[in-house]
């Protein structure tokens, strides 16, 4: 069991054209740090922790329950993160799926968040089919508008937290028809 129910985790990784999505490994501490104290990451985020801080708490093998490190030729770019939203989004939220995603500077402007966020959505629909999903992101972060919008998500509302506007969007289910 985990944060998504009765879904088998950690699931096979999952390939796509450029990247693989798997669990973290212990070569991929380095990158977490990175990705966990850069600044331009957490800008819309409530700023970046502290590097000594992280090298001190971060296991060996960063591991977060439904939490994908994003591959690009062998070497962490990002991670995917799918988990129940839970009070601290917003109330239209609460037990949906939450998607998150942080990408190192390096790795952007390359697409590497769309496909990758694509492939674990795909991925959510084969384990869970009919889930809807939610992503939060504040307005002035244009880049992860964008990618809210080019992954299929539509405004539910926006409002105020953290000292800025926040926007929560939702995907709703793609179900085949039988």
């Known amino acids: 069991m985990t944060e998504l129910g009765p879904v088998a985790w950690p699931p096979a990784p999952i390939k796509t054209e450029r990247l693989v999505l ?11 740090i990175e ?45 995917i993160l799918l988990r129940r939203a839970t009070e601290h ?15 190192l500077p390096r790795a952007w402007g390359f697409g590497y968040a769309a496909e ?3 492939a674990a959505l795909d991925w959510l629909g084969g384990v869970l089919p009919g889930e809807p999903v939610v992503l939060a992101t504040q307005t002035a972060n244009v880049s992860s508008m964008r990618l809210a919008a080019k992954l299929g998500f539509a405004e539910v509302e926006r409002f105020q ?3 800025a506007e926040q926007w929560l969007g939702l995907r709703s289910p793609v179900v085949p028809f039988a």
């Open 89 to 103: 989004l917003r109330p239209a939220a609460v037990g949906k799926v939450d998607l998150g995603y942080l990408f």
């Open 116 to 118: 990758a966020c694509a």
């Open 22 to 32: 798997r669990q973290p490994e212990a070569r991929d501490r380095a990158a977490f």
């Open 161 to 163: 937290a953290w000292d």
């Open 35 to 79: 990705l966990l104290a850069s600044p331009e990451v957490h800008a819309y985020l409530g700023g970046p922790r502290s590097r000594d801080e992280l090298e001190r708490e971060l296991p060996g093998v960063p591991e977060q329950p439904g939490g994908f490190v994003v591959d690009l030729d062998g070497s962490m770019i990002g991670q």
